[in-house]
Protein backbone atom coordinates (compact mmCIF):
# COMPACT_ATOMS: atom_id res chain seq x y z
CA UNK A 1 0.00 0.00 0.00
CA UNK A 2 2.63 2.55 0.35
CA UNK A 3 3.20 2.37 -3.25
CA UNK A 4 -0.29 3.49 -3.62
CA UNK A 5 -0.64 6.72 -4.96
CA UNK A 6 -2.35 9.50 -2.37
CA UNK A 7 -4.06 11.65 -5.04
CA UNK A 8 -7.32 11.38 -6.98
CA UNK A 9 -5.75 12.03 -9.99
CA UNK A 10 -3.23 9.34 -9.93
CA UNK A 11 -5.54 6.74 -8.08
CA UNK A 12 -8.04 7.31 -11.28
CA UNK A 13 -5.08 6.73 -13.20
CA UNK A 14 -3.50 3.88 -11.85
CA UNK A 15 -6.78 2.01 -12.03
CA UNK A 16 -7.66 3.31 -15.62
CA UNK A 17 -4.42 1.78 -16.75
CA UNK A 18 -4.73 -1.59 -15.14
CA UNK A 19 -7.76 -1.59 -16.27
CA UNK A 20 -6.62 -0.89 -19.64
CA UNK A 21 -3.70 -4.02 -19.19
CA UNK A 22 -6.16 -5.88 -18.26
CA UNK A 23 -8.57 -5.65 -21.53
CA UNK A 24 -4.95 -5.71 -23.51
CA UNK A 25 -4.24 -9.03 -21.73
CA UNK A 26 -7.41 -10.93 -22.19
CA UNK A 27 -7.75 -9.41 -26.08
CA UNK A 28 -4.31 -10.54 -26.55
CA UNK A 29 -4.65 -13.83 -25.38
CA UNK A 30 -7.87 -14.35 -27.66
CA UNK A 31 -5.64 -12.73 -30.32
CA UNK A 32 -2.87 -15.99 -29.27
CA UNK A 33 -5.39 -18.52 -29.24
CA UNK A 34 -6.99 -17.96 -32.47
CA UNK A 35 -3.79 -17.48 -34.18
CA UNK A 36 -2.93 -21.06 -32.93
CA UNK A 37 -6.23 -21.88 -34.02
CA UNK A 38 -5.64 -20.76 -37.41
CA UNK A 39 -1.67 -21.71 -37.67
CA UNK A 40 -3.23 -25.69 -36.82
CA UNK A 41 -5.66 -25.26 -39.84
CA UNK A 42 -3.01 -23.75 -41.65
CA UNK A 43 -0.28 -26.94 -41.13
CA UNK A 44 -3.10 -29.56 -41.51
CA UNK A 45 -3.72 -27.94 -44.69
CA UNK A 46 -0.28 -27.67 -46.08
CA UNK A 47 0.48 -30.99 -45.28
CA UNK A 48 -2.57 -32.79 -46.29
CA UNK A 49 -1.86 -31.29 -49.75
CA UNK A 50 1.46 -31.97 -50.10
CA UNK A 51 0.78 -35.70 -49.11
CA UNK A 52 -1.87 -36.15 -51.87
CA UNK A 53 0.66 -33.77 -54.28
CA UNK A 54 3.65 -36.34 -53.70
CA UNK A 55 1.47 -39.34 -53.66
CA UNK A 56 -0.02 -38.62 -56.93
CA UNK A 57 3.08 -37.49 -58.81
CA UNK A 58 4.44 -40.42 -57.48
CA UNK A 59 1.62 -43.28 -58.79
CA UNK A 60 1.96 -41.04 -62.27
CA UNK A 61 5.82 -41.85 -62.51
CA UNK A 62 7.39 -45.23 -63.77
CA UNK A 63 8.23 -47.17 -60.93
CA UNK A 64 12.02 -47.04 -61.25
CA UNK A 65 12.00 -43.35 -61.28
CA UNK A 66 10.35 -42.91 -57.93
CA UNK A 67 13.11 -43.25 -55.27
CA UNK A 68 14.84 -40.49 -57.11
CA UNK A 69 12.01 -38.31 -57.39
CA UNK A 70 11.35 -38.50 -53.67
CA UNK A 71 14.84 -37.95 -52.61
CA UNK A 72 14.46 -34.41 -54.82
CA UNK A 73 11.46 -33.13 -53.48
CA UNK A 74 11.00 -29.93 -51.77
CA UNK A 75 8.80 -30.39 -48.49
CA UNK A 76 7.93 -27.65 -45.76
CA UNK A 77 9.18 -27.45 -42.03
CA UNK A 78 8.60 -30.43 -40.13
CA UNK A 79 8.14 -32.82 -42.92
CA UNK A 80 10.29 -35.80 -44.14
CA UNK A 81 9.45 -38.06 -46.81
CA UNK A 82 11.61 -41.52 -48.13
CA UNK A 83 10.58 -44.32 -50.45
CA UNK A 84 12.08 -47.72 -48.62
CA UNK A 85 11.37 -51.42 -49.16
CA UNK A 86 10.04 -51.32 -45.64
CA UNK A 87 7.74 -49.52 -43.87
CA UNK A 88 8.45 -46.52 -41.25
CA UNK A 89 6.05 -47.75 -38.92
CA UNK A 90 6.85 -51.09 -36.92
CA UNK A 91 4.78 -52.76 -34.78
CA UNK A 92 4.67 -51.55 -30.84
CA UNK A 93 4.58 -48.22 -32.13
CA UNK A 94 2.15 -46.12 -30.36
CA UNK A 95 -1.34 -45.36 -32.48
CA UNK A 96 -2.20 -41.91 -33.45
CA UNK A 97 -4.95 -40.19 -30.92
CA UNK A 98 -8.15 -39.65 -32.70
CA UNK A 99 -7.47 -36.18 -32.45
CA UNK A 100 -4.73 -36.33 -34.80
CA UNK A 101 -6.43 -38.66 -36.84
CA UNK A 102 -9.34 -35.98 -37.73
CA UNK A 103 -7.44 -32.93 -37.55
CA UNK A 104 -4.50 -34.24 -40.66
CA UNK A 105 -7.82 -36.58 -42.18
CA UNK A 106 -5.37 -39.86 -41.96
CA UNK A 107 -8.51 -42.10 -41.30
CA UNK A 108 -9.34 -43.69 -44.79
CA UNK A 109 -10.23 -42.29 -47.05
CA UNK A 110 -8.53 -39.33 -45.75
CA UNK A 111 -6.14 -36.75 -48.10
CA UNK A 112 -5.70 -39.94 -50.72
CA UNK A 113 -9.66 -39.62 -51.32
CA UNK A 114 -9.73 -40.34 -55.62
CA UNK A 115 -9.74 -43.10 -58.38
CA UNK A 116 -9.19 -46.71 -57.05
CA UNK A 117 -6.16 -47.28 -59.34
CA UNK A 118 -4.09 -44.19 -57.14
CA UNK A 119 -5.48 -45.18 -54.31
CA UNK A 120 -2.67 -46.90 -51.54
CA UNK A 121 -2.60 -50.79 -50.73
CA UNK A 122 -2.36 -50.62 -47.04
CA UNK A 123 -2.15 -47.33 -45.38
CA UNK A 124 -0.24 -47.66 -41.39
CA UNK A 125 0.10 -44.46 -39.34
CA UNK A 126 1.59 -44.06 -36.15
CA UNK A 127 2.23 -41.64 -33.10
CA UNK A 128 5.86 -39.79 -32.45
CA UNK A 129 5.30 -37.89 -29.41
CA UNK A 130 5.10 -34.99 -28.60
CA UNK A 131 3.00 -33.73 -31.85
CA UNK A 132 4.13 -36.15 -35.09
CA UNK A 133 3.47 -38.65 -36.69
CA UNK A 134 4.56 -41.13 -39.06
CA UNK A 135 2.99 -42.33 -42.57
CA UNK A 136 3.36 -45.60 -44.43
CA UNK A 137 1.85 -45.87 -47.63
CA UNK A 138 2.34 -48.41 -49.73
CA UNK A 139 2.10 -49.18 -53.56
CA UNK A 140 0.46 -51.42 -56.07
CA UNK A 141 4.29 -52.84 -57.03
CA UNK A 142 5.04 -53.58 -52.85
CA UNK A 143 7.48 -50.22 -51.94
CA UNK A 144 6.64 -47.83 -49.22
CA UNK A 145 6.42 -44.72 -49.25
CA UNK A 146 7.52 -43.49 -45.39
CA UNK A 147 6.24 -39.83 -44.21
CA UNK A 148 7.80 -38.66 -41.08
CA UNK A 149 5.77 -34.86 -39.72
CA UNK A 150 6.89 -33.35 -36.76
CA UNK A 151 4.65 -29.99 -37.29
CA UNK A 152 6.33 -26.99 -35.82
CA UNK A 153 5.19 -26.20 -32.74
CA UNK A 154 2.79 -22.75 -33.26
CA UNK A 155 4.14 -19.03 -32.55
CA UNK A 156 0.94 -16.95 -31.04
CA UNK A 157 3.43 -13.97 -30.10
CA UNK A 158 5.44 -14.07 -33.50
CA UNK A 159 5.33 -10.97 -35.42
CA UNK A 160 8.01 -8.22 -35.93
CA UNK A 161 5.69 -5.16 -35.28
CA UNK A 162 3.73 -7.23 -32.32
CA UNK A 163 5.75 -5.26 -30.12
CA UNK A 164 6.10 -2.24 -31.77
CA UNK A 165 2.19 -1.92 -32.14
CA UNK A 166 1.62 -3.29 -28.56
CA UNK A 167 4.11 -0.55 -27.30
CA UNK A 168 2.54 2.55 -29.45
CA UNK A 169 -1.20 1.29 -28.13
CA UNK A 170 -0.39 1.45 -24.67
CA UNK A 171 1.50 4.70 -24.92
CA UNK A 172 -1.21 6.00 -26.86
CA UNK A 173 -3.83 5.19 -24.04
CA UNK A 174 -2.04 6.06 -20.89
CA UNK A 175 -1.12 9.61 -22.96
CA UNK A 176 -5.29 9.83 -23.44
CA UNK A 177 -5.90 8.23 -19.39
CA UNK A 178 -3.59 10.61 -17.83
CA UNK A 179 -4.69 13.70 -19.96
CA UNK A 180 -8.38 12.52 -19.57
CA UNK A 181 -8.12 12.16 -15.62
CA UNK A 182 -5.79 15.15 -15.33
CA UNK A 183 -9.17 17.30 -16.92
CA UNK A 184 -11.62 15.54 -14.63
CA UNK A 185 -9.58 15.75 -11.40
CA UNK A 186 -8.91 19.59 -12.05
CA UNK A 187 -12.16 21.04 -10.84
CA UNK A 188 -11.55 19.36 -7.86
CA UNK A 189 -8.00 20.54 -7.03
CA UNK A 190 -9.79 24.11 -7.79
CA UNK A 191 -12.21 23.56 -5.38
CA UNK A 192 -9.75 22.83 -2.66
CA UNK A 193 -7.55 25.94 -3.89
CA UNK A 194 -10.59 27.96 -3.55
CA UNK A 195 -11.65 26.59 -0.08
CA UNK A 196 -7.82 27.11 1.37
CA UNK A 197 -8.52 31.02 -0.29
CA UNK A 198 -11.16 31.47 1.49
CA UNK A 199 -10.23 30.18 4.75
CA UNK A 200 -7.53 32.67 4.46
CA UNK A 201 -9.28 36.10 3.04
CA UNK A 202 -13.25 35.30 3.62
CA UNK A 203 -13.16 37.96 0.59
CA UNK A 204 -11.12 35.85 -1.94
CA UNK A 205 -12.43 35.75 -5.47
CA UNK A 206 -15.13 33.29 -6.51
CA UNK A 207 -14.69 30.10 -8.20
CA UNK A 208 -15.27 30.05 -11.84
CA UNK A 209 -18.61 28.38 -12.89
CA UNK A 210 -17.40 26.38 -16.06
CA UNK A 211 -17.01 22.94 -17.11
CA UNK A 212 -19.10 19.68 -17.16
CA UNK A 213 -22.83 20.14 -15.26
CA UNK A 214 -21.74 18.82 -12.09
CA UNK A 215 -18.28 21.40 -11.74
CA UNK A 216 -20.59 23.75 -12.70
CA UNK A 217 -22.87 22.52 -10.29
CA UNK A 218 -20.09 22.02 -7.49
CA UNK A 219 -18.69 25.29 -8.32
CA UNK A 220 -21.91 27.23 -7.67
CA UNK A 221 -22.88 25.59 -4.45
CA UNK A 222 -19.17 26.73 -3.34
CA UNK A 223 -19.53 30.16 -4.63
CA UNK A 224 -23.29 30.30 -2.55
CA UNK A 225 -21.63 29.30 0.66
CA UNK A 226 -18.79 31.97 0.46
CA UNK A 227 -21.26 34.27 -0.38
CA UNK A 228 -23.24 33.32 2.63
CA UNK A 229 -19.98 32.87 4.97
CA UNK A 230 -19.03 37.26 3.78
CA UNK A 231 -22.68 38.02 4.76
CA UNK A 232 -22.41 36.36 7.72
CA UNK A 233 -18.97 37.94 8.62
CA UNK A 234 -20.44 41.36 7.54
CA UNK A 235 -23.57 41.20 9.26
CA UNK A 236 -21.61 40.29 12.51
CA UNK A 237 -19.05 42.99 11.87
CA UNK A 238 -22.14 45.88 11.58
CA UNK A 239 -23.75 44.44 14.87
CA UNK A 240 -20.49 44.46 17.01
CA UNK A 241 -19.53 47.74 15.46
CA UNK A 242 -23.29 49.29 16.49
CA UNK A 243 -23.10 47.59 19.75
CA UNK A 244 -19.56 49.35 20.21
CA UNK A 245 -20.94 52.54 18.97
CA UNK A 246 -23.81 52.55 21.43
CA UNK A 247 -21.41 51.20 24.15
CA UNK A 248 -19.16 54.47 23.67
CA UNK A 249 -22.01 57.10 24.48
CA UNK A 250 -22.95 55.51 28.29
CA UNK A 251 -19.20 54.92 29.32
CA UNK A 252 -18.35 58.48 27.96
CA UNK A 253 -21.81 60.00 30.56
CA UNK A 254 -19.74 57.69 33.19
CA UNK A 255 -16.53 59.07 32.52
CA UNK A 256 -17.66 62.65 32.93
CA UNK A 257 -19.43 61.74 36.13
CA UNK A 258 -17.11 59.98 37.53
CA UNK A 259 -14.90 63.11 37.27
CA UNK A 260 -17.30 64.80 39.72
CA UNK A 261 -16.76 62.44 42.67
CA UNK A 262 -15.68 63.77 45.85
CA UNK A 263 -13.80 60.27 46.30
CA UNK A 264 -10.39 59.93 44.92
CA UNK A 265 -9.65 56.66 44.93
CA UNK A 266 -13.03 55.57 44.04
CA UNK A 267 -12.82 58.20 41.22
CA UNK A 268 -9.49 56.00 40.43
CA UNK A 269 -11.44 52.80 40.11
CA UNK A 270 -13.85 53.95 38.10
CA UNK A 271 -11.97 55.27 35.77
CA UNK A 272 -9.74 52.64 34.97
CA UNK A 273 -12.67 50.05 34.74
CA UNK A 274 -14.24 52.59 32.23
CA UNK A 275 -11.38 52.61 30.45
CA UNK A 276 -10.36 49.23 30.43
CA UNK A 277 -14.08 48.64 28.87
CA UNK A 278 -13.37 50.59 26.17
CA UNK A 279 -10.06 49.40 25.33
CA UNK A 280 -11.74 45.83 25.63
CA UNK A 281 -14.73 47.08 23.29
CA UNK A 282 -12.10 48.80 20.76
CA UNK A 283 -10.09 45.33 21.11
CA UNK A 284 -13.18 43.17 20.35
CA UNK A 285 -13.92 45.57 17.53
CA UNK A 286 -10.39 45.19 15.70
CA UNK A 287 -11.29 41.49 15.87
CA UNK A 288 -14.02 41.23 14.49
CA UNK A 289 -13.52 43.37 11.72
CA UNK A 290 -9.87 41.61 10.84
CA UNK A 291 -8.63 44.64 8.95
CA UNK A 292 -5.48 42.79 7.84
CA UNK A 293 -7.37 40.62 5.41
CA UNK A 294 -8.30 43.54 3.49
CA UNK A 295 -4.43 44.64 2.95
CA UNK A 296 -2.78 43.72 -0.18
CA UNK A 297 -0.18 41.43 -0.17
CA UNK A 298 3.46 42.68 -1.27
CA UNK A 299 6.79 42.19 -0.62
CA UNK A 300 8.83 43.27 2.07
CA UNK A 301 11.83 42.17 4.45
CA UNK A 302 10.79 40.28 7.28
CA UNK A 303 14.69 40.83 9.36
CA UNK A 304 13.96 44.86 9.47
CA UNK A 305 9.72 43.66 10.36
CA UNK A 306 11.39 41.63 12.94
CA UNK A 307 13.50 44.00 14.19
CA UNK A 308 10.70 47.44 13.96
CA UNK A 309 8.32 45.99 16.21
CA UNK A 310 11.62 44.69 18.71
CA UNK A 311 12.43 48.83 18.46
CA UNK A 312 9.07 49.84 19.03
CA UNK A 313 8.83 47.44 22.21
CA UNK A 314 11.97 48.96 23.52
CA UNK A 315 11.13 52.86 22.71
CA UNK A 316 7.97 52.27 24.57
CA UNK A 317 9.59 50.27 27.77
CA UNK A 318 13.25 51.27 27.79
CA UNK A 319 13.62 48.98 30.78
CA UNK A 320 12.67 45.68 28.90
CA UNK A 321 15.01 43.24 27.54
CA UNK A 322 14.91 42.66 23.79
CA UNK A 323 17.19 40.65 21.46
CA UNK A 324 17.12 39.56 18.08
CA UNK A 325 19.43 37.03 16.63
CA UNK A 326 18.71 36.18 12.76
CA UNK A 327 19.88 37.79 9.44
CA UNK A 328 19.98 40.99 8.23
CA UNK A 329 18.03 40.78 5.34
CA UNK A 330 15.38 38.31 4.42
CA UNK A 331 13.11 38.62 1.58
CA UNK A 332 9.08 37.64 1.90
CA UNK A 333 5.84 38.45 0.62
CA UNK A 334 2.73 39.37 2.50
CA UNK A 335 0.69 41.91 4.68
CA UNK A 336 3.39 43.58 6.33
CA UNK A 337 1.11 45.49 8.65
CA UNK A 338 -0.73 42.50 9.80
CA UNK A 339 2.43 40.45 10.10
CA UNK A 340 3.77 43.38 12.05
CA UNK A 341 0.17 43.49 14.61
CA UNK A 342 0.89 39.70 15.11
CA UNK A 343 4.67 40.15 15.86
CA UNK A 344 3.63 42.56 18.32
CA UNK A 345 1.33 40.80 20.36
CA UNK A 346 3.52 37.95 20.55
CA UNK A 347 6.52 40.48 21.44
CA UNK A 348 4.11 42.50 24.15
CA UNK A 349 2.91 39.11 25.74
CA UNK A 350 6.28 37.97 26.18
CA UNK A 351 7.55 41.39 28.14
CA UNK A 352 4.33 41.56 29.72
CA UNK A 353 4.05 38.00 31.44
CA UNK A 354 7.80 37.33 31.04
CA UNK A 355 9.97 39.92 31.56
CA UNK A 356 11.52 39.25 27.85
CA UNK A 357 11.64 39.31 24.11
CA UNK A 358 14.02 37.36 22.18
CA UNK A 359 13.37 36.84 18.87
CA UNK A 360 15.07 34.49 16.70
CA UNK A 361 14.54 34.49 12.82
CA UNK A 362 15.03 31.57 10.18
CA UNK A 363 14.54 30.05 6.96
CA UNK A 364 14.14 26.33 6.79
CA UNK A 365 12.54 24.01 4.25
CA UNK A 366 10.29 26.58 2.41
CA UNK A 367 9.16 28.10 5.65
CA UNK A 368 10.20 31.09 8.01
CA UNK A 369 10.16 30.70 11.36
CA UNK A 370 10.20 33.41 13.81
CA UNK A 371 10.68 32.00 17.36
CA UNK A 372 9.86 34.29 20.49
CA UNK A 373 11.54 33.45 24.06
CA UNK A 374 10.93 34.84 27.51
CA UNK A 375 11.83 33.77 30.95
CA UNK A 376 7.96 33.78 32.43
CA UNK A 377 6.95 30.98 34.70
CA UNK A 378 4.99 29.77 31.52
CA UNK A 379 1.97 27.80 30.94
CA UNK A 380 0.03 24.84 31.86
CA UNK A 381 0.98 21.63 29.08
CA UNK A 382 -2.84 21.18 29.00
CA UNK A 383 -3.78 24.69 28.63
CA UNK A 384 -1.13 26.05 25.93
CA UNK A 385 -3.85 25.26 23.79
CA UNK A 386 -6.80 26.76 25.14
CA UNK A 387 -4.84 30.34 25.71
CA UNK A 388 -5.79 30.99 21.63
CA UNK A 389 -9.61 31.16 22.17
CA UNK A 390 -11.23 34.49 22.50
CA UNK A 391 -10.77 36.43 26.00
CA UNK A 392 -9.17 33.20 27.65
CA UNK A 393 -7.11 34.48 30.35
CA UNK A 394 -4.79 32.28 32.76
CA UNK A 395 -5.30 34.07 36.22
CA UNK A 396 -1.80 33.30 37.67
CA UNK A 397 0.19 34.93 35.09
CA UNK A 398 -2.41 37.15 33.27
CA UNK A 399 -5.49 39.24 34.60
CA UNK A 400 -6.93 42.77 33.94
CA UNK A 401 -4.02 44.96 35.29
CA UNK A 402 -1.51 43.97 33.06
CA UNK A 403 -3.96 45.59 30.82
CA UNK A 404 -4.56 42.30 28.26
CA UNK A 405 -7.89 41.69 27.28
CA UNK A 406 -7.40 38.04 25.92
CA UNK A 407 -7.71 38.63 21.99
CA UNK A 408 -3.55 39.19 21.54
CA UNK A 409 -2.74 35.61 20.92
CA UNK A 410 -6.28 34.43 19.15
CA UNK A 411 -5.61 37.92 16.74
CA UNK A 412 -1.93 36.59 16.17
CA UNK A 413 -2.89 32.80 15.21
CA UNK A 414 -5.29 34.33 12.97
CA UNK A 415 -3.27 36.48 10.96
CA UNK A 416 -0.42 33.77 10.72
CA UNK A 417 -3.15 31.51 9.70
CA UNK A 418 -4.34 33.62 7.15
CA UNK A 419 -1.18 34.06 5.60
CA UNK A 420 -0.95 29.99 5.49
CA UNK A 421 1.47 30.14 8.80
CA UNK A 422 0.46 29.34 12.25
CA UNK A 423 1.59 29.26 15.83
CA UNK A 424 2.61 27.27 18.37
CA UNK A 425 3.24 27.83 22.26
CA UNK A 426 5.70 25.64 24.09
CA UNK A 427 7.06 25.49 28.38
CA UNK A 428 10.99 25.80 27.45
CA UNK A 429 13.28 23.34 29.52
CA UNK A 430 15.25 25.92 31.20
CA UNK A 431 11.94 27.64 31.90
CA UNK A 432 9.76 30.35 30.15
CA UNK A 433 7.88 30.23 27.34
CA UNK A 434 8.35 30.14 23.46
CA UNK A 435 6.22 30.91 20.76
CA UNK A 436 6.99 29.53 17.67
CA UNK A 437 5.43 31.39 14.49
CA UNK A 438 5.59 29.88 11.03
CA UNK A 439 5.36 31.21 7.74
CA UNK A 440 5.65 29.98 3.78
CA UNK A 441 8.75 31.46 2.66
CA UNK A 442 6.58 33.48 -0.35
CA UNK A 443 3.07 33.99 1.57
Not at 130 to 157: D, H, I, K
Request: glycine residues 8%.
Amino acid sequence: MRLWPRSLAWRTAVLLLLGLMAVQGVGLTIHALDRVELQAYVQQREIAARTFNLWRNLMLLPPDRRAAFVAEVELPQGMHASFDNLPAVQPGMPPVPHEMLQRFRLNAPGPLAGPQRFRPREVLHAHVPPNGFVLSLRTQEGAWLNLRVMPPAARPWHSENFLWAFIAMSFCAAALILWGVRRMTRPVTDLAAAAEALGRNVNAPPLPETGPTETVQAARAFNTMASRIRRFVDDRTQMLAAIGHDLRTPITRLRLRAEFLDDDEQRRKMLGDLAEMEAMIDATLAFARDDAAKEPQIAFDMAALCQTVLDEASDAAPEAKVAYDGPDRLPATGRPAALKRALSNLVGNALAYGGAARVALEAEGGHLRVRVEDDGPGIPHDQLESVFQPFRRLENSRNRETGGTGLGLTIARNILRAHGGDVVLANRSGGGLSAVATLPSAT
